[in-house]
């Protein structure tokens, strides 16, 4: 197998592959060495990733994780009733709510999971990276978190000081797959498709109701 070409982050020294726009290690941008590195990444109400950045991670995970025949798998996690707790709280102490929550989220990974924010104008997500997780270990992870989220007491909620999550999961397994070696599907195309078997899982999901976990599977 041909070697791809490496480069040293500019900031925290790690390798990594030379395409690369972002560090994964400390998420760097790899263009601009400005003074603040991370503007442009960072999602200014939750202080997490944004989507910006998960999306270009998601994409590098995939293809590390068809390359090596490893898994790898996705969660999307959902605010139940955003509608509701929006019209109640307010723009300005939602987006409280939202910081807290990401807190709660990333208190409940992996230091080796990724925990970002996904733009959406009605209901907020958030978007968790699982390497070397397969399908049942996202879902143990995503009822570890449900049930992380459903005990604390959020102090920025008003009256929703308790607050569950709904998560819709997504998967790639590692069965060798030698056609994905050969580049027919490219970064952009596993990003997208395992983002939307991740949504689709969570909305076929919530028909059942709320507080769930709901597994899709990817097939490249």
Not at 19 to 43: K, N, R, W
Not at 92 to 97: G, I, S
Not at 117 to 122: G, Y
Not at 161 to 190: F, H, K, M, W
Request: charged share 20%; net charge negative; with cysteine.
């Amino acid at each position: 197998m041909q070697c791809r070409p490496v480069k040293t982050c500019w900031y925290c020294g790690s390798e990594i592959d030379d395409q690369e726009q972002y560090c994964h290690v400390c998420g760097h941008s790899q263009s601009d060495t400005s003074s603040s590195p991370l503007f442009g990444v960072v999602d200014p109400v939750t202080g997490i990733w944004n989507q910006k950045f998960a999306e270009a991670l998601i994409g590098q995970e995939a293809n590390r994780a068809v390359r090596y025949h490893r898994p790898l798998s996705l969660l999307v996690v959902e605010l139940d009733h955003a509608e509701h707790v929006h019209n109640e709280l307010g723009q300005v102490q939602v987006n409280a709510l939202l910081a807290e929550l990401a807190e709660a989220l990333g208190r409940a990974i992996r230091d080796t999971d990724t925990l970002g924010f996904l733009e959406a104008d009605k209901s907020p997500h958030f978007v968790i990276i699982l390497p070397e997780t397969d399908e049942q270990g996202a879902t143990l992870a995503a009822d570890k978190i449900r049930r992380s989220v459903a005990a604390h007491d959020f102090s920025t909620g008003g009256r929703w000081q308790r607050i569950t999550v709904s998560c819709g999961a997504s998967t790639i397994g590692a069965a060798p797959r030698t056609y994905d070696e050969e580049g027919v599907l490219n970064r952009r195309e596993y990003t997208g498709n395992l983002l939307r078997e991740a949504y689709y899982a969570l909305d076929h999901g919530r028909s059942a109701g709320t507080n769930r976990t709901s597994v899709g599977a990817f097939h490249a």
